[in-house]
């Protein structure tokens, strides 16, 4: 515990204030030396509940006994260290003759981190860690007082409870609304044939049903329309309920189930190696269980992937094309359609985690998720630019990928405009443009600042917001996907192009065709997945292959990724059913998680953040850690998005 070795001493502070305290700890460690100031302070180590070899080896992560600090009449501060290339949590016991707002003192600081380096302990630490390096001299240190962090409700926060209220109100009162309708209904029917009985003409009662009945139907249909998204039955019918559309694409489902899948095993596995033991997580660098982790972070190209395929195949269905080309201004009208589906979800979603869920939780690590929480920035997300922004002021921090994405469906509605106004080839050689252009920016972007695999690069200063979240950066998959999307449309309204001659190719030969794309696209994903394991072994050594390479690996990936899913699903495509594609990939639970992944989105992140920060000890790295985490946060997160759904979510 190599913060026990400076800080569990102000528990001798006695009558001595903080700051005069830490001056003669300096001089008494220079006197007397460092080992028997270690000795010296030994016996208050195990009110933090630790262990001597864990001292020893120097973890930057351990958080003691909370209550147990407490019991003894003790103060427990937690304290986050910001640095290069991620940040530390620790917890702390202490006297109560120091305050949480005596640590955070500049001058405090400066004298804290001058111990630390001047002990050689942290040398040691680097020595052990290898891949992190850890530098002080940058570092910020912010203590937290685990009794007195929540933040106070102001107006947001009323706002965030009238809006939860008013669904609810609507959800309760909603059958009540739909018996009044039919009692109406009936009603009106029972005029309409009043009126039918005193006409004497039989084509005045038929005019006469006709004029009465019409505006009973479109009263029924509005009122219907005005209530159905707040009616419980009705939407749990709609979500269990599963209608057969375009059969070919079925495997679409099974992509965005298993991506929902991978998204959470990804974040929890992220989240988790940034607050737990260190070198437990160093441990595991070199196991299969880091390496499949790790490849989780494709899920994100898996979803652009596919939202590019279906962009493409409902904005070029004909008689949208011909509405553009008919009005070239429509086209907003398909921009302000996906904003009013995203943007009531979205902005509960922003709501709920950064007004009510901080009153959710207590402890000495919530602060950690009361940093994921803090929302000052939300109109970024809103207007959808927050993943332009250099800066880490997030607000709703994943929300990154729904700007990306809108971003992405912006620049192809061009294509789109020239498709219907001019014709397909120049549309199509636009988004193959496009596709160009955005590999060659991340290809030089990654050569540029020397990006090494996917693991290694996720330590690399500034990458997530310089790289990661940039559209032109995350466009091959997202430009593939929509070329492909074109290619479909086309086929399914007998244009001739490149895939229907492909499946005039295809369908003489099925069998082989079928292996081919299956043995083709497993090839390319696990050559992609696997391939860098020869790399993960020897992690001490970032230069094991060419940094060059590595460059180009990093760059070309997730195109990769896409390429792969995009000779996979080709047989379904063309018609040709199978197990995997209709039996496996088609499943009721896939078609369900299909129908919540949009809100699931949304809240999964909250609920893997307020689990992570209820722990009162650090959670150790291990498989059976990881995998019981992902267990219970998978099925909260399916219980919370039932319940979350919306009906105008995506």
Same mark, same amino acid.
């Given at each position: 515990?190599?913060?026990?070795?400076?800080?569990?001493?102000?528990?001798? &502070?006695?009558?001595?204030?903080?700051?005069?305290?830490?001056?003669?700890?300096?001089?008494?460690?220079?006197?007397?030396?460092?080992?028997?100031?270690?000795?010296?302070?030994?016996?208050?180590?195990?009110? =933090?509940?630790?262990?001597?070899?864990?001292?020893?080896?120097?973890?930057?992560?351990?958080?003691?006994?909370?209550?147990?600090?407490?019991?003894?009449?003790?103060?427990?501060?937690?304290?986050?260290?910001?640095?290069?290339?991620?940040?530390?949590?620790?917890?702390?016991?202490?006297?109560?003759?120091?305050?949480?707002?005596?640590?955070?003192?500049?001058?405090?600081? =400066?004298?804290?981190?001058?111990?630390?380096?001047?002990?050689?302990?942290?040398?040691?630490?680097?020595? *052990?860690?290898?891949?992190?390096?850890?530098?002080?001299?940058?570092?910020?240190?912010?203590?937290?007082?685990?009794?007195?962090?929540?933040?106070?409700?102001?107006?947001?926060?009323? @706002?965030?409870?009238?809006? %939860?209220?008013?669904?609810?109100?609507?959800?309760?009162?909603?059958?009540?609304?739909?018996? @009044?309708?039919?009692?109406?209904?009936?009603?009106?029917?029972?005029? #309409?044939?009043?009126?039918?009985?005193?006409?004497?003409?039989?084509?005045?009662?038929?005019?006469?049903?006709?004029?009465?009945?019409?505006?009973?139907?479109?009263?029924?249909?509005?009122?219907?329309?005005?209530? +159905?998204?707040?009616?419980?039955?009705?939407?749990?019918?709609?979500?269990?309920?599963?209608?057969?559309?375009?059969?070919?694409?079925?495997?679409?489902?099974?992509?965005? =189930?298993?991506?929902?899948?991978?998204?959470?095993?990804?974040?929890?596995?992220?989240?988790?190696?940034?607050?737990?033991?260190?070198?437990?997580?160093? &441990?595991?660098?070199?196991?299969?269980?880091? +390496?499949?982790?790790?490849?989780?972070?494709?899920?994100?190209?898996?979803?652009?992937?596919?939202?590019?395929?279906?962009?493409?195949?409902?904005?070029?269905?004909?008689?949208?094309?011909?509405?553009?080309?008919?009005?070239?201004?429509?086209?907003?009208?398909?921009?302000?359609?996906?904003?009013?589906?995203?943007?009531?979800?979205?902005?509960?979603?922003?709501?709920?985690?950064?007004? +009510?869920?901080?009153?959710?939780?207590?402890?000495?690590?919530?602060?950690?998720?009361?940093?994921?929480?803090?929302?000052?920035?939300?109109?970024?997300?809103?207007?959808?630019?927050?993943?332009?922004?250099?800066?880490?002021?997030?607000?709703?921090?994943?929300?990154?990928? +729904?700007?990306?994405?809108?971003?992405?469906? %912006?620049?192809?509605?061009?294509?789109?405009?020239?498709?219907?106004?001019?014709?397909?080839?120049?549309?199509?050689?636009?988004?193959?443009?496009?596709?160009?252009?955005?590999?060659?920016?991340?290809?030089?972007?990654?050569?540029? #600042?020397?990006?090494?695999?996917?693991?290694?690069?996720?330590?690399?200063?500034?990458?997530h917001q310089n790289y990661y979240t940039k559209p032109f950066?995350?466009?091959?998959?997202?430009?593939?996907?929509?070329?492909?999307?074109?290619?479909?449309?086309?086929?399914?309204? #007998?244009?001739?192009?490149?895939?229907?001659?492909?499946? &005039?190719?295809?369908?003489?030969?099925?069998?082989?065709? *079928?292996?081919?794309?299956?043995?083709?696209?497993?090839?390319?994903?696990g050559g992609i997945w696997f391939g860098w394991r020869p790399?993960?072994?020897?992690?001490?050594?970032?230069?094991?292959?060419?940094?060059?390479?590595?460059?180009?690996?990093?760059?070309?990936?997730r195109l990769g990724i896409a390429l792969g899913m995009s000779?996979?699903?080709?047989?379904?495509?063309?018609?040709?059913?199978?197990?995997?594609?209709?039996?496996?990939?088609?499943?009721?639970?896939?078609?369900?998680?299909?129908?919540?992944?949009?809100?699931?989105?949304?809240?999964?992140?909250?609920?893997?953040?307020?689990? @992570?920060?209820?722990?009162?000890?650090?959670?150790?790295?291990?498989?059976?850690?990881?995998?019981?985490?992902?267990?219970?946060?998978?099925? %909260?997160?399916?219980?919370? =998005?039932?319940?979350?759904?919306?009906?105008?979510?995506?």
């Amino acid at each position: 515990m190599l913060l026990n070795y400076i800080l569990i001493p102000i528990v001798i &502070a006695s009558q001595e204030s903080c700051q005069h305290y830490m001056t003669s700890l300096l001089v008494k460690a220079e006197i007397e030396g460092y080992k028997k100031l270690f000795e010296d302070i030994w016996p208050y180590v195990s009110l =933090s509940g630790t262990r001597y070899y864990l001292l020893l080896q120097g973890s930057l992560n351990q958080f003691g006994m909370f209550e147990t600090c407490l019991r003894k009449g003790y103060y427990y501060s937690s304290l986050k260290i910001e640095m290069e290339p991620v940040p530390s949590y620790y917890g702390l016991c202490h006297s109560r003759e120091c305050t949480t707002d005596d640590f955070n003192d500049e001058q405090f600081q =400066s004298d804290f981190k001058e111990l630390i380096n001047s002990t050689g302990i942290l040398d040691t630490y680097n020595v *052990k860690l290898k891949l992190f390096k850890v530098s002080l001299d940058n570092a910020d240190f912010i203590f937290y007082d685990p009794l007195n962090y929540n933040k106070n409700s102001g107006v947001m926060f009323i @706002l965030t409870l009238f809006l %939860i209220g008013m669904l609810l109100l609507l959800s309760c009162f909603n059958p009540i609304f739909c018996q @009044l309708i039919n009692i109406k209904r009936q009603v009106k029917v029972s005029i #309409n044939i009043r009126d039918i009985e005193n006409n004497e003409k039989q084509d005045d009662e038929n005019q006469g049903l006709t004029n009465n009945q019409i505006p009973v139907v479109k009263q029924e249909e509005t009122n219907k329309l005005c209530f +159905l998204d707040y009616s419980i039955q009705t939407s749990y019918n709609t979500l269990f309920t599963f209608k057969d559309h375009d059969t070919n694409l079925s495997i679409m489902e099974g992509y965005r =189930s298993i991506g929902f899948f991978m998204v959470i095993f990804g974040h929890q596995f992220l989240d988790l190696a940034k607050s737990s033991f260190r070198f437990e997580m160093i &441990a595991q660098l070199k196991s299969w269980l880091c +390496l499949n982790l790790v490849n989780m972070l494709y899920s994100v190209d898996m979803f652009f992937w596919l939202g590019g395929f279906f962009s493409a195949y409902m904005l070029l269905e004909k008689s949208k094309v011909k509405l553009v080309k008919r009005n070239g201004f429509s086209i907003f009208g398909f921009l302000l359609h996906r904003i009013l589906r995203i943007w009531p979800c979205y902005a509960i979603a922003i709501l709920i985690s950064s007004q +009510l869920v901080p009153y959710l939780g207590d402890g000495p690590r919530w602060f950690m998720a009361l940093d994921r929480f803090e929302c000052a920035t939300g109109w970024r997300n809103l207007i959808f630019i927050d993943n332009l922004f250099y800066d880490t002021q997030y607000c709703f921090p994943w929300g990154w990928y +729904l700007s990306t994405d809108m971003q992405l469906f %912006i620049s192809c509605l061009i294509p789109v405009f020239f498709y219907a106004k001019v014709n397909s080839k120049v549309a199509k050689a636009m988004i193959v443009s496009l596709l160009i252009i955005t590999q060659t920016i991340g290809t030089v972007m990654s050569l540029v #600042n020397e990006y090494l695999l996917p693991p290694f690069a996720l330590t690399q200063p500034n990458m997530h917001q310089n790289y990661y979240t940039k559209p032109f950066t995350r466009g091959p998959p997202y430009y593939l996907g929509f070329l492909l999307g074109v290619l479909y449309r086309e086929l399914k309204e #007998n244009n001739v192009n490149a895939l229907s001659r492909l499946q &005039a190719f295809a369908q003489q030969r099925q069998l082989n065709f *079928k292996l081919f794309c299956y043995l083709l696209g497993i090839l390319i994903i696990g050559g992609i997945w696997f391939g860098w394991r020869p790399a993960q072994l020897h992690y001490e050594h970032q230069d094991y292959w060419n940094k060059t390479i590595q460059s180009f690996w990093f760059a070309f990936c997730r195109l990769g990724i896409a390429l792969g899913m995009s000779v996979l699903c080709l047989p379904c495509l063309f018609g040709m059913k199978d197990v995997f594609n209709m039996t496996f990939m088609r499943n009721n639970y896939f078609r369900f998680i299909n129908k919540i992944s949009f809100s699931g989105y949304l809240i999964h992140q909250i609920i893997i953040f307020g689990l @992570l920060g209820q722990f009162y000890q650090t959670p150790n790295f291990s498989f059976e850690t990881i995998f019981t985490l992902y267990i219970g946060n998978l099925f %909260i997160t399916q219980i919370c =998005s039932t319940l979350f759904q919306w009906k105008t979510a995506l």
